[in-house]
């Protein structure tokens, strides 16, 4: 008998646990207290990944719009000269560096190449005069008289081609410090894009643009 009252009052002991147990799942599902900070710790990092993402798309297409500016507007002063001295030219290029202000991850190269196309029999193209501004150091890329390639549709004998080029290793905000430190992990994938764009014009002013000491 009293083996059965102790068996019995077991029972009920984990009877009634079970049924506080039950008691409290279901307060807990029904208690909507704090739900918004939960909301909010799942969805922020999402918010915030798809702001920045959308961030450096716009800031991206914005750096490829101002990389293609620069070459246009660099061709279009030099093809607007009759003649050209060195300090013109790498007067020039800087303008076309200040046109990627506010963007100062990186600095762009510019790259303007005066080629002369020889006329017939014996065409050549070849290289006139040529500058370079990298990293705000001017120097001369291709030697006077060096041969050059340009599109079969500006190989006209007898004429005369400005050709600028600009390039740009494009460093997102994500990924871009101002100490330089290394890069690593997802952000290394986005890290150094690189941009370019390149123009051919015709001089305005005359045949040709000389340029004595470029």
């Known amino acids: 008998m009293n083996r ?21 799942f279901a307060m807990l599902l029904s208690d909507r207290r704090g739900i918004a900070a939960v909301e909010f710790a799942l969805l922020a990092p999402l918010m915030l990944a798809a702001y ?10 914005d750096g490829n719009r101002k990389v293609s500016r620069t070459a246009s507007m660099v061709a279009d ?19 076309g560096e200040a046109i990627m202000q506010p963007y100062n991850r990186s600095k762009p190269v ?23 501004l990298d990293d705000s150091t001017y120097s001369k890329p291709f030697a006077a008289g060096s041969a050059v390639t340009v599109p079969a549709a500006l190989n006209i004998p007898g004429s005369f081609l400005i050709r600028v080029e600009t390039e740009l290793s ?8 101002a ?17 370019s764009e390149t123009y051919h014009l015709r001089p305005r002013m005359s045949q040709s643009i000389p340029c004595s000491d470029c």
């Open 110 to 132: 510019i790259t303007a190449t005066a080629i002369e196309i020889t006329p017939q029999p014996n065409s050549q193209v070849r290289v006139a005069w040529s500058g370079k």
């Open 179 to 195: 100490d330089q430190k290394e890069v690593l992990g997802l952000a290394a994938a986005f890290d150094g894009i690189e941009m």
């Open 170 to 177: 494009y460093k997102p905000m994500i990924t871009w410090a």
């Open 52 to 61: 920045f993402v959308t961030l450096e798309v716009s800031s991206g297409i």
């Open 4 to 24: 059965n009252w102790k068996a019995s009052k077991r029972c009920v002991s984990v009877g009634r646990m079970v049924a506080s147990t039950r008691l409290r």
């Open 77 to 95: 002063l030099i093809t607007q000269q009759d003649t050209m001295t060195k300090a013109d030219l790498k007067a020039i290029m800087e303008i």
